[in-house]
């Protein structure tokens, strides 16, 4: 039983590790010693912009995206039902069948919401 907890700790000691060395060699040796306006200025291809460079985009766009994800990674979900279906049992199927009724569902609940609306 000890060695399985000593087994997460080292995991959660690791998962500290690996992202606190690297931010800690930045701030400390490998990051810039003498900070300037050029050093500190927002990097743009080299052009600097004219006019107003806030442009606000339609929340649709970004919910368009999202339901296209969500989706799209359901879908890879779906992938291993379609490889092994001769070996899938009834109720492996029933699974599928209820995760694709749930997709659906969702499909039907944002077209009602006109989420699918590119306008």
Known sequence: MLNN???IGLFLLMGA?????PILLNSLILG???NNPV???VYECGIETVGDTWVQFKVQYYIFALVFVVFDVETIFLFPFAVAFDQLTLFMVFE???FIVVLAGGL???WR???LQWV
Do not use: D, E, R
């Not at 590790?17 to 060395?21: H, L, S």
């Open 5 to 7: 907890w000593m087994f």
């Open 17 to 21: 590790i690996f992202p606190g060395v």
């Open 32 to 34: 810039p010693k003498k």
């Open 39 to 41: 050093k500190n200025s």
């Open 96 to 98: 599928a069948v209820l």
């Open 108 to 110: 039907v609940y944002a």
């Open 113 to 115: 919401k006109g989420a």
